[in-house]
């Protein structure tokens, strides 16, 4: 199936990046279009990511929350 640039400037930048690549237009759109599909699936993970701290953040109860000073990690080391 054929990919038809049909803006003048577009085709200008492709022919720009596949010369300093010294590559084909077609490679050069392959990998431009795979970096930003990479790109999105990361930005995913980061979404997710924030998402489930938030979830976290909203199941937690600040009451139990406990203060992490050198009497703390000393009991953590008591024989």
């Known amino acids: ?3 038809y640039i049909k ?3 577009v085709n ?3 022919t720009q990046l ?8 077609t490679e050069v759109i392959r ?3 795979l ?3 990479a790109r999105d699936e990361k930005d995913t993970y980061v979404e997710r990511a924030v998402a489930f ?3 976290m953040r909203a199941k937690g109860n600040p009451d139990l929350i406990k203060t ?3 009497a703390f990690i000393d009991s953590l080391y008591e024989d």
């Open 1 to 3: 199936m054929a990919l």
């Open 18 to 25: 596949a010369e300093a690549r010294k590559t084909t237009k």
């Open 7 to 9: 803006d003048p400037e």
């Open 68 to 70: 992490v000073d050198k």
């Open 31 to 33: 990998q431009v279009l």
């Open 12 to 14: 200008q930048l492709a």
């Open 53 to 55: 701290a938030r979830d």
């Open 35 to 37: 970096n930003e599909l």
